[in-house]
């Protein structure tokens, strides 16, 4: 199973950015898939999650900002950040599992950075 994100960079403040997830090697529209974020010095957190059927789970910190979403045919999961602050500057990663209310997460993709400027 190979999990590959793409689409981070720089951006300003208030500003948008989309990421990307390609997955491959495995059924995907059997797995709910997330997206997690490292910043530098903290821990990893978690961001949003979408099941197969498309129901969807936020962290509170994003709600409202961030939009998760997925292509089935393309084997394919977004994160579409809008109104992007200092404080998601971090790592973003892809990784999938069984349900959005999982802790349990077994592949992850290699991650991508976001950088915000102030």
């Known amino acids: 199973v190979q999990l590959q994100a793409s689409g981070g960079g720089l951006v300003q403040a208030g500003g948008s950015l989309s990421l990307s997830c390609a997955a491959s090697?495995?059924?995907?529209?059997?797995?709910?898939m997330g997206w997690f974020r490292q910043a530098p010095g903290k821990e990893r957190e978690f961001v949003a999650a979408?099941?197969?059927?498309?129901?969807?789970r936020y962290a509170d910190s994003v709600k409202g900002r961030f939009t998760i979403s997925r292509d089935n045919a393309k084997n394919t999961v977004y994160l579409q950040m809008n109104s992007l602050k200092p404080e998601d500057t971090a790592i973003y990663f892809c990784?999938?599992?069984?349900?959005?209310?999982?802790?349990?997460?077994?592949?992850w993709g290699q991650g991508t950075l976001v950088t915000v400027s102030s």
């Open positions: 979408i099941s197969s059927g498309a129901s969807t």
């Open positions: 090697g495995r059924n995907f529209n059997n797995y709910a």
């Open positions: 990784a999938s599992t069984l349900s959005i209310w999982s802790n349990k997460y077994d592949y």
